[in-house]
């Protein structure tokens, strides 16, 4: 049966000449500083994204959870989204690690934080209060279906951060698509953050990988953090290889996911006992609303019939569009999904 996966963009697999280049790269002890590879990858994102330097780790929640951990001490506080990744997904471990408190705020239908909320939660310095150490900002936000902040978006937190000298730490694990759909250049972005890291292995389609970047000393800091966190990946160029092939072709591509989603939310809409709203769909994540009958039961279904999609919660599903589909696969998705929403009206009429 053939599987179409839309679950996530981190079901990519590498592309021919990232195996190549992954085959063939140079390499050596990156613990020591010594794999060409890494520093090259490393070198070129910090250029890419504005930023004094870079730091390879294993995946976007430990970059993460490095980033809280450098900027912070133990009882400190971060603020956050009360949808953000970091809140939700990543197994408590800026409070289990890290050992600070999260403070969420709650984000709107765009991903955005009000500036006002913000400030409310800063402390104000009390013997009682942890201090406020650091805001984090997610952009594209995931659980808000992709969504994009905009450079005013970055501007207003980042501002209002700085009026009180607390960083602004920027969760961009897919910062790309946020650009590609603004038509702007990342830096645009991401100058609004004092630190921030993307994935390589979601959209760009790199087997592993995140970079954390931000000043030097930052990210000298963050380098022993990842040391404690048992991420001295040794010769860890031959993941490195494919994550430069990734910035170097697969950047404007997502232009491509996103049509792709976009016509995957037209082809869905209107569909009996389904809501989707192709006009929210930003980037490449389309979520779907399932109005009648059981969403979790709805998207093991459609696994059964070669589509598989990501039960959230309630009455959610999301569907990820990525390099691994086109458009003839969402046309295909498509049919399956009406096909099982007409049985299921069949068997509540019968």
Known sequence: MKIIDLRSDTVTLPTPAMREAMANADLGDDVYGEDPTVNRLEAMTAKLVGKEAALFTASGTMSNLLAIMTHCRRGDEVILGSESHTFLYEVGG?????????????NDERGMMDPNAIEDAIRTENIHF?????????NTHNRCGGSVLTPEDM??????????TIPVYLDGARIFNASVALGIDVKELTRYSDTMAFC??????APVGSLLCGPADFIERARKNRKMLGGGMRQVGVLAAAGIV?????????????????????GLQGLPGLLVEPHKVQTNIVQMQVLKGDARELASRMAQRGVKVNWMG?????????????????DEAVDVIASLQRERASVSAG
């Open 94 to 106: 800026a409070s289990a690690v890290a050992g600070v408190q999260l403070r969420p705020i709650r």
């Open 130 to 138: 942890p201090p406020t150490a650091l805001i984090c900002i997610e």
């Open 155 to 164: 501007a207003s937190i980042s501002s209002l951060a700085h009026r009180y």
């Open 200 to 205: 390589i292995s979601k959209g760009l389609g």
């Open 246 to 266: 990734a910035l170097e072709t697969m950047i404007p591509r997502l232009a491509e996911d996103h049509a792709n989603a976009k016509r995957l939310a037209l």
């Open 314 to 330: 309630g009455d959610k599903i999301r569907l990820v569009t990525h390099c691994g589909v086109n458009a003839e696969d969402l």
